[in-house]
Nanobody
Framework: QVQLVESGGGLVQPGGSLRLSCEASGNIFFRASTMGWYRQAPGKQRELVARITGSGNTIYTDSVKGRFTISRDNAKNTVYLQINSLKPEDTAVYYC?????????WGQGTQVTVSS
């Protein structure tokens, strides 16, 4: 089993920033794992926001390019999502995921609310 624990969400004004963290533990070879951040807004499907491979290659969904940055610290088994220039449409529950290899695991999610 793999455990993923997110933190760092909250209420922020438009234009603000947050840094989400996800610490992995359990049966995971973290440095070789592709990790992802997803989000799910009310009434919408969960969508991939960003993904980072074990070697540090990254991809982003178009709506967050230039505003979000995914990174990882393999010594801490932690993946981060720096989110800047937040917009109301970024409001969602953000989930960390271990995507590859093997079975996908999910964290419990952390709420990000962007509102004035």
């Amino acid at each position: 089993q793999v455990q993923l624990v997110e933190s760092g969400g909250g209420l922020v004004q438009p234009g603000g920033s947050l840094r989400l963290s996800c610490e992995a533990s359990g049966n995971i070879f973290f440095r070789a794992s592709t990790m992802g951040w997803y989000r799910q807004a009310p009434g919408k499907q969960r969508e991939l926001v960003a993904r980072i491979t074990g070697s540090g290659n990254t991809i982003y969904t178009d709506s967050v390019k230039g505003r979000f940055t995914i990174s990882r610290d393999n010594a801490k088994n932690t993946v981060y999502l720096q989110i800047n220039s937040l917009k109301p449409e970024d409001t969602a529950v953000y989930y960390c995921s271990k995507d590859l290899p093997g079975v996908q695991y999910w964290g419990q999610g952390t709420q990000v609310t962007v509102s004035s």
